[in-house]
DNA sequence: GTTCAAATTTTACGCGCGTAAAAAAAATGT
DNA sequence: ACATTTTTTTTACGCGCGTAAAATTTGAAC
C-alpha cells in the first residue's frame, strides 16, 4: 500500500491508465468492466486504497445505496437497540445506514427530514415521536421519500407501518395477572408522545371487563424521556395515596416499571410472587434491562429482531422493484410472555 | 407557503429574481448581501420554503458547518447519552453534527471514519474502542480531519483528549470504603476493549497499597458489549468460588455493577450499608441507570457535561482558529463520589 | 452632473462523481 | 479478410452548490 493519496477519481483512474467513467463504472458493478480491465482496477486499489466520496455518489446517483434510520430518542435504550439491530441488517445487505435521532423534539424530527432529503437515501426507516409530529412535515418527506414506519404508527404516512401488536402485549400481561393472583392495575403516563401508550390503556380495560374485573388506570404526571424518574416519584405519589388497589400492578411500559421497583425497594416494599411480597410488577417491552432489575421484571416482550426485520424486508422490496406499495399494510407482532421473578 | 417544489438554488434564484451566488452569499451569511437583496430572498422563501442541500453545501465549501460524532457502541446508555449531550452543544452553536456508532467493532470504526472523510467535517468528537482499534486508521483520519479524543484514550492521536480521570474515581470509591467499612475487592473482566479499564485497576491496586490494604483483583471472562450479563454470570462464579475476600465490591463500571447486584438478588444477598446486608457495592460511571438500581448504586460520577463541554470546545477553538492545537493537550475531569444506599 | 471608491452582484470555474450517447474495441459470423 | 453485432470505453454533460475574479451598481463627495 502506498502512501500517496488520492484526491478523487479522476486522479485515481489515470494511475490505472484508465478513463475515470470507467472506473466509475467498476464501483457501482464489478462485474460491468471487462477481466482485465478489472484487474488493472484492483491492483491500483491495492496499491492506493482510494474509495469514492459517497456523499459525491450519492449526489449523481439514481437510486442511492443508502437507508435513512431515524428514532423518537436514541438514548433509550429501546430504540438505541432497534436502531442497532436495523443498522446492522442494512449494512448485511449491503447499504449504507444513516442514524438520526429526534431528541424527543419535533422540530428536530422535522429538521431531520429536511435533513434526509438531502442525502436522497433509496428509503428511510422511520419511528415517529407520535403525538408531538409535525404531519404534515412527515406527509411531505414520505411524498418524496420511500418510508416505512415501525414501533409508532402515524395514520396514513409512509408506505406501511410494521410494529407491535399492544393488545397482544396487554392480553398476555393481563390474563398471565389474572390467573396468577390479584387483577393488575395499570400504571402508566398522563400524556405519552407515544400512541401506543394509549393502545395499551384501552387493552387494558378491554381485557379487564373480559375477566369480569374493574379497571384502575394510574395515570402519573411527568414529561420528557426520564421514564424512570417520573415512575419513581409517580410510584412515590401513587402509594402515599393509595391508588394501587390490588396488590398488582401492570406497568404501561419498563422504563416506568424500573423507577416503580426502585420507589418500592426504597420504601422496603417487597415485589414478586411469594406470599410476603407486598407487590407483583409486570411491564411491557422487555427493555434490555429488564432482565436485570431486582427482582428481574415479568413482561411482554417485543420481538426485536420481527419488528426489524420485517421493516428492512418491506423497505428493500419496495427500493427494489421501484414502486410504492399499492396499499399501506400494517404488521403487527404479538409480544412475547417473558415471566420473571417480579410477578 | 406555496406547495411548488424548489428543485435547487438556481430554480429558487430565479423565483426571487437574484442570481445563484447572491442567494447562495444569503445563505452563507444573511448579512453580507444588501438589506433590500436580503429581504427579496426572505420573502421568497415565505413563499417557497426552499434550503440548500447540506451535502452539496459540504462537498464545496473550503470550511463545513459539520461536526463528526463517533462512539464505540451507541446502545450502551453511557455513549447514548454522551453522544446526546455533545450532539445537542453542537446544534447549538450553528453545526450539524452526524452521528456514527461502532458497534464495538473496529472494522465498522476504520469503515465509518472512512466515511466521515467523504462528510467532510469541520472537525469529528471521536471516542475509540480502545484496545482493538485500528491504529494505522485512525492516525491517518486525525492527520486529514481535526479529530478531538474523548472518554478512551489513544497515545498521541488525535488534537486533544478530553476524559476522566480513573485515579480520580478509583481514590474516592477506595478512600469512601475503606473510611466506612471493610476494604473493597476489585470487580472488573479480564480482557476489556476500553483501556480505562486497566487505569482504574492499576489505581484501585496503587489506592489499596496507600491504605495498607492487600490488593483483591476478580477478574471474569467474557466478551462482547453485553456487560451486565457478564457482570451477572461472572458474579455467579465468583460467589461459588469464595472469590470475594471481604464484604465490599468495587466494579470496574456500573453496567458490572447493575448485573452484580442482579446476581446477589437472584442469591438472595442482601446488598447496602445495613449490618444485615451482606455486600456492598460501589462502582464507577453513574451510569444514567445507576440511579434506578436496588438499591441504589453508590458510584464515582463521570462529569458528563464537562467532559462534553470541554471537548466540543477545543474543537470549536481549533475549528475557529483555522489551527491544529500545537501540543496534544489531555484533559482530566475528576470524578464526583455519588453515596447512594448501595454502599 | 461627474467622479471614484466601496459594496454588491454576476461570470466562470471547480468540487467529486453518475450516466446517456457516441466512439472504439472486441467478438462473431462468413 | 471483411462486415456485423455486441461489449466496453470515452466523450460530454449534469447533479447542487461554493467561491475567486470580473463586472456592475450604489452612493457619497465634489
Redesign the interface.
Known amino acids: 500500500m502506498t502512501e500517496q493519496k488520492i484526491r478523487n477519481m479522476e486522479e485515481f483512474a489515470a494511475l490505472s491508465g484508465l478513463s475515470r467513467p470507467t472506473v466509475s463504472k467498476y464501483f457501482n458493478n464489478p462485474d460491468s468492466v471487462r477481466a482485465s480491465t478489472r484487474k488493472r482496477i484492483e491492483d491500483a486499489l491495492e496499491r492506493y486504497n482510494f ?1 469514492p ?4 455518489v ?2 449523481n446517483r439514481r437510486l442511492t445505496k443508502s437507508i435513512g434510520i431515524m428514532v423518537p430518542y ?2 433509550d ?1 429501546f430504540f ?2 432497534m ?2 439491530t436495523i ?2 441488517l442494512c ?1 448485511e445487505a449491503g447499504f ?1 445506514p ?4 429526534s ?1 424527543g423534539d419535533s422540530e ?1 424530527e422535522a429538521e431531520n427530514l ?2 434526509l432529503l ?3 437515501p433509496a428509503g428511510v426507516l422511520f419511528a415517529p415521536l407520535g403525538r408531538i409530529s409535525d404531519k404534515a412535515a412527515i406527509e411531505r418527506f414520505c411524498r418524496d421519500v420511500p418510508t416505512v414506519l415501525f414501533d409508532s404508527n402515524l395514520d396514513g404516512m409512509g408506505e406501511a407501518f410494521v410494529g407491535s401488536d399492544n393488545a397482544s402485549f396487554v392480553n398476555q400481561t393481563v390474563d398471565y395477572l389474572c390467573r396468577t393472583g390479584e387483577a393488575p392495575c395499570f400504571f402508566e403516563m398522563r400524556t405519552p408522545a407515544n400512541p401506543n401508550a394509549n393502545k395499551r390503556r384501552m387493552a387494558y380495560i378491554d381485557a379487564m371487563e373480559r375477566h369480569g374485573q374493574e379497571p384502575v388506570v394510574i395515570s402519573i404526571e411527568g414529561d420528557g424521556w426520564g421514564f ?2 417520573i415512575g ?1 416519584q409517580g410510584t412515590h405519589t401513587a402509594l402515599a395515596t393509595n391508588d394501587f388497589k390490588t396488590n398488582t400492578v401492570l406497568c404501561s411500559n419498563d422504563r416506568l416499571a ?2 416503580l ?2 420507589a418500592c ?2 420504601r422496603g416494599l417487597g415485589v414478586g410472587r411469594s406470599p410476603d411480597s407486598a407487590l407483583r410488577v409486570a411491564s411491557h417491552d422487555d427493555h ?2 429488564s ?6 421484571l415479568t413482561t411482554a416482550a417485543h420481538s426485536y429482531s420481527d419488528v426489524a426485520n420485517r421493516s428492512v424486508e418491506i423497505l428493500f422490496e419496495m427500493i427494489e422493484s421501484g414502486a410504492r406499495c399499492e396499499t399501506r399494510v400494517e404488521t403487527l407482532f404479538p409480544a412475547k410472555l417473558v415471566v420473571r ?1 417480579s410477578a
Open positions: 474509495r466520496n459517497i456523499y459525491a450519492n449526489q436514541l438514548a435504550p438505541a437497540e436502531a442497532r443498522e446492522t449494512i449504507r444513516i442514524l438520526l435521532s431528541h428536530l429536511e435533513s438531502s442525502f436522497k424512570e424518574e419513581r424500573i423507577g421497583l426502585a425497594y426504597e434490555p434491562y432482565r436485570f432489575t431486582c427482582p428481574a421473578a
